[in-house]
C-alpha cells in the first residue's frame, strides 16, 4: 500500500538518516495539493504526450500564454546550430511583460516588491509603483545616453533599486550584467572590461551582519586607469549612508537623475533575439564567461517553469533567498514572478543576522507561501537547532525548493519537517547559469525521492550517457546533456563563440553538455552527482578550478598552485589548494602558517570573498600528464583515501 508523504517518515527514529541515503522510499504529494495544481495529474500526461508528439507547437503555446507585440515567423531556427535561435521574427520585450501588463490589471495594486534590509527597515512597492520607479530610471539612462544595445553593468547588493536598474536596462533595450556585489574590484574590472559596458550601477553600500559593507570604493579601485568608452558613467544609488567620493562628471547620484525625470517611460520594441542580459559565470578556463540571454525564449521558458514547478497562485508571496546577482535571482526573484503577477519577497542581509531565526521571522511576518532556497543555507541553519524556526508560524508556507547543488538527505529531511511541517513538497530543481530555467524538477503533484531532482520538465530531453552519447544503463553514472534545444538556453558566450561550441556543443557531439555527472534510477529519476569539469560549487557558487589557480599564481611566493573540491558539511564542497613555492619565499615569510594565511588572504583580494581557499598543502611538484597537464584528479583520489585509477598518462 502507498503511503502518504507524512505517514512515511519518522525522523527522529535513529537510523532513519542512514535509512534515507540509501533511499528507495517515495514521498506521495498529499491529495489536496493534487487537486489544487496548475498542472494536473493529467495535463501533465497531454504536456508530455504534446511535446514527444510536436515538441515545437509544445513551446509555442507557452509562448502564446505572453504578450508579444508581433508575432513570430519561426518557433526554432537551427540553421546556425549550436546558435539557436528561438521565435525569430516575433517582437517583443520581456519588461512589457513583467510590468507594463499588469497597470491595465487588477494587479496593478497588488505588491509586486516586499524588501526588507538587514537593520529591519522594509520598502513595499504595488506593480504601479514598481511600474513607475521603473519609468523614471529608464528615463534616466536615456538622458544619460544609454540606448539601445549598450550594456549596463549591475554592481549591488539585494536592494530595490537593483531591480528597478535590472528592469529599466531591458526597457530601455539595453543589456544588463549583473556583477555580485561579493566580487572584487578585479573580478569587477574584468568583467566591465569584457563587456564594454558605457554605464555602472553601484550604491554606496549595504548591510551585512551588523556591518556596513563599502560598495562604491570598490568600483573606484575596479575603474582604476580603464580603459576609454567603459564605465562613462558610474550611477550610485544612497543606501547605507556611506561617506563616499564622488569623480565628476563620471559619477551622479541616483536620486539626483531620477529627481527630474518624468514616470511614464516607452518600452522599446525589441526582436526576441535581441540581449536581455549577460551573466558571467565561472567555466573551465581561468576567464569567467558571458553567458548571453535573450528576450523572447527566456522570458517563455522562466514563465512556463515557474507557473508548473512553483505551482503560482494569484494569493502567492514568493520568497528565493538567491541574490538577484546569479541566474537564480534573475530567473526566480525577478523576472518570472513579476511575468506571473506574485509577490516576490527580497532581503538585503546575512541569514544569521541577528540570530538564526531571520529568514524564518520573515517569512512568518509577510505570509510566505513558497520558499525556494539552497542546500548551504539549509545545513547552516540547522546547525542552530529546529527551536528557531519553531519560535514562527510557518503555517503559511506550502511548497518548498531547493537549488544550486545536490542536497544531502540529512538538509532534506530537515527542510521537510521543521519548514514544510512533514507534508511540503520540495522541488529540488536542477538547472543552470546556461539553462536559464529549471530543467530537470519535480512537480507539486510528483512522487519525489529525496536526494533526486525528479525528471526533466515536459518539454525538456535530458539523457544520462557515456562519453561517446550512449545512453548508460539504469543506474549507471555518465553525462548529463540535453538532447534537444530549450527556449531559455543561452545563445552564446560573449566575445567568445569558439568557447561556446567548444565548451556545450563539441563535448558529444549533437547534444548539449551540461558538464555535470549524474545517474537515472529504473524510474527515471534523476541524480546528480556533481560536476564532471573542473568547476567547483562552493555554498552553491560556481567557482573554476583555473580562476582560483590563477588568482594564486599572481602571488610571488607561488610558482604552481592546483585547486580541488573537498566536502565540506555546510558548503557541500570546499577548496583546497597545492602549492609549488618559488626558491625566494623564505625570504619574506617566518613560517608556512604564516603564508598559508597569506595566501588565503591573497585570493580573496584577488577574487572576493566568495573565494574561500579552506586549506593550503605545500608540495615539491605537481602530478602532471605527460603533456604537462595537472591531474587534479590524482590529487582529489589521494586526499580522499580513493583508487587513483588508470594513472598510465602521468609523467613518472
Ligand atoms: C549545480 C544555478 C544538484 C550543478 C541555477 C550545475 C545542482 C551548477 C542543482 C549550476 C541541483 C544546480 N542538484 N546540483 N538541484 N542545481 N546544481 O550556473 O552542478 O550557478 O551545473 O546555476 O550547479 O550552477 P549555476
Avoid at 163 to 187: D, N, P, Q
Avoid at 551 to 571: C, F, R
Avoid at 582 to 610: A, M, S, T, Y
Amino acid at each position: 500500500m502507498k503511503k502518504s508523504a507524512s505517514q512515511d517518515v519518522a525522523p527522529d527514529a535513529s537510523g532513519a538518516l542512514d535509512a534515507l541515503s540509501h533511499e528507495e522510499r517515495v514521498f506521495r504529494p498529499l491529495p489536496k495539493v493534487v487537486l489544487g495544481a496548475n498542472l494536473s495529474p493529467r495535463g501533465l500526461e497531454a504536456a508530455q504526450d504534446q511535446a514527444a508528439r510536436d515538441y515545437l507547437k509544445f513551446w509555442e503555446e507557452a509562448a502564446c500564454e505572453l504578450d508579444w507585440y508581433g508575432r513570430w515567423d519561426t518557433v526554432l531556427d537551427d540553421s546556425q546550430a549550436p546558435f539557436y535561435k528561438w521565435f525569430t521574427g516575433g517582437k517583443c520585450n520581456i519588461v512589457y511583460n513583467a510590468l507594463d501588463r499588469h497597470i491595465a490589471s487588477p494587479n496593478k495594486n497588488k505588491l509586486a516588491l516586499i524588501w526588507e534590509g538587514e537593520p529591519g527597515d522594509s520598502r513595499k512597492f504595488t506593480y504601479y509603483e514598481l511600474y513607475r520607479e521603473v519609468n523614471r530610471f529608464a528615463n534616466a539612462l536615456r538622458s544619460l545616453g544609454v540606448g539601445k544595445g549598450d550594456r549596463v553593468v549591475i554592481y549591488m547588493p539585494p536592494v530595490p533599486e537593483t531591480v528597478v536598474a535590472m528592469l529599466a536596462t531591458a526597457k530601455i533595450g539595453a543589456a544588463h550584467s549583473l556583477v555580485f556585489a561579493g566580487f572584487s574590484a578585479k573580478s569587477l574590472r574584468n568583467r566591465i572590461h569584457d563587456a564594454k559596458a558605457k554605464m555602472v550601477v553601484t550604491v554606496d553600500g549595504f548591510y551585512r551582519n551588523g556591518r556596513v559593507v563599502n560598495v562604491k570604493s570598490v568600483v573606484d579601485e575596479a575603474l582604476i586607469g580603464i580603459r576609454g568608452g567603459c564605465a562613462e558613467t558610474v550611477v550610485v544609488v544612497h543606501r547605507a549612508g556611506v561617506d563616499i567620493e564622488l569623480t565628476e562628471p563620471r559619477d551622479v547620484r541616483y536620486e539626483d537623475v531620477v529627481r527630474q525625470e518624468r514616470s511614464d517611460a516607452s518600452t522599446e520594441v525589441m526582436d526576441a533575439e535581441d540581449t536581455l542580459f549577460l551573466l558571467y559565470s565561472s567555466g573551465t578556463t581561468g576567464k569567467p564567461k558571458g553567458m548571453v540571454h535573450t528576450h523572447g525564449g527566456y522570458m517563455v521558458g522562466i514563465n512556463r517553469t515557474f507557473r508548473w514547478v512553483f505551482d503560482i497562485k494569484p494569493t502567492d508571496i514568493f520568497y528565493c533567498t538567491a541574490d538577484p546577482g546569479w541566474i537564480t535571482g534573475h530567473s526566480y526573484v525577478v523576472y518570472a514572478p513579476l511575468i506571473a503577477g506574485t509577490t516576490t519577497v527580497m532581503y538585503e542581509g546575512h541569514p544569521l543576522y541577528p540570530q538564526a531565526d531571520r529568514l524564518w521571522d520573515i517569512i512568518a511576518r509577510y505570509g510566505v507561501t513558497i520558499f525556494y532556497t539552497a542546500p548551504t543555507l539549509i545545513r547552516m541553519l540547522m546547525r542552530f537547532g529546529p527551536q528557531y524556526p519553531k519560535r514562527h508560524d510557518l503555517s503559511t508556507v506550502r511548497l518548498l525548493g531547493s537549488v544550486g547543488e545536490p542536497i544531502n538527505p540529512e538538509a532534506w529531511l530537515w527542510l521537510h519537517k521543521h519548514i514544510g511541517r512533514s507534508e511540503c513538497p520540495i522541488m529540488d530543481t536542477w538547472w543552470q547559469t546556461e539553462t536559464g530555467m529549471c530543467m530537470i524538477s519535480p512537480l507539486p503533484i510528483s512522487p519525489i525521492k529525496p536526494g533526486s531532482v525528479g525528471k526533466p520538465l515536459p518539454g525538456v530531453e535530458a539523457a544520462v550517457v557515456d562519453k561517446n552519447g550512449q545512453p548508460v544503463p539504469p543506474g549507471m553514472g555518465g553525462f548529463l546533456v540535453i538532447k534537444k534545444p530549450w527556449p531559455a538556453m543561452v545563445r552564446n558566450l560573449y566575445n567568445s563563440p569558439e568557447g561556446f561550441r567548444e565548451t556545450y556543443w563539441d563535448k558529444i557531439p549533437g547534444v548539449y553538455f551540461a558538464g555535470d555527472m549524474a545517474r537515472k534510477d529504473e524510474d527515471g529519476f534523476y541524480f546528480i552527482q556533481g560536476r564532471a569539469d573542473d568547476v567547483l560549487v562552493i555554498a552553491g557558487h560556481r567557482l573554476g578550478n583555473a580562476e582560483l589557480e590563477a588568482a594564486l599564481e599572481t602571488h610571488k611566493a607561488v610558482n604552481e598552485a592546483a585547486i580541488i573540491g573537498v566536502p565540506d558539511p555546510i558548503k557541500g564542497e570546499a577548496a583546497k589548494a597545492f602549492v609549488v613555492l618559488n626558491d625566494n619565499w623564505r625570504q619574506e615569510f617566518e613560517n608556512e602558517d604564516e603564508l598559508v594565511k597569506e595566501l588565503i588572504k591573497h585570493i580573496r583580494r584577488e577574487l572576493g570573498p566568495i573565494a574561500v581557499i579552506k586549506a593550503v598543502e605545500f608540495r615539491d611538484k605537481l602530478p602532471k600528464t605527460r603533456s604537462g597537464k595537472i591531474m587534479r584528479r590524482v590529487l582529489k583520489a589521494e586526499e580522499l583515501g580513493q583508487e587513483l585509477g588508470d594513472i598510465s598518462v602521468l609523467e613518472d
